[in-house]
């Protein structure tokens, strides 16, 4: 089992920065692909990123290439996601993720509760 706790979210404006992080519980965070998803009002939940269990691998959705980066620090059982040059379509409450495969589906066995993403054009 494991609990997922998000953080950092806030109001920025579009432009600026902000690092997302997601606090695991369990001592088997290391084994855990991870990712970030994202859902706006009135739209369906999409993926950002995702990460291997090790943080070799990393996939981004074609929206954010470039402007976000996920890591994954396995020592502190925690995930981020920096996110620079943040548009006003960023807007949104933002997802970890936990599972044993590694993708940008969202085939993942535990979430986190959200945190919001504002960004003022």
């Known amino acids: 089992q494991v609990q997922l706790v998000e953080s950092g979210g806030g109001l920025v404006q579009a432009g600026g920065s902000l690092r997302l992080s997601c606090a695991a519980s369990?001592?088997?965070?290391?084994?855990?692909?991870m990712a970030w998803f994202r859902q706006a009002p009135g739209k369906e939940r999409e993926s950002v990123a995702a990460?291997?269990?090790?943080?070799?691998?990393?996939l981004y959705a074609d929206s954010v290439k470039g402007r976000f980066t996920i890591s994954k620090d396995n020592a502190k059982n925690t995930l981020y996601l920096q996110m620079n040059s943040l548009k006003s379509e960023d807007t949104a409450v933002y997802y970890c993720?936990?599972?044993?495969?590694?993708?940008?589906?969202?085939?993942?066995?535990?979430w986190g509760q959200g945190t919001q993403v504002t960004v003022s054009s």
């Open positions: 993720a936990a599972g044993t495969k590694w993708s940008l589906t969202s085939d993942y066995d535990y």
């Open positions: 369990g001592r088997t965070f290391s084994r855990y692909a």
């Open positions: 990460i291997m269990s090790i943080g070799l691998g990393t």
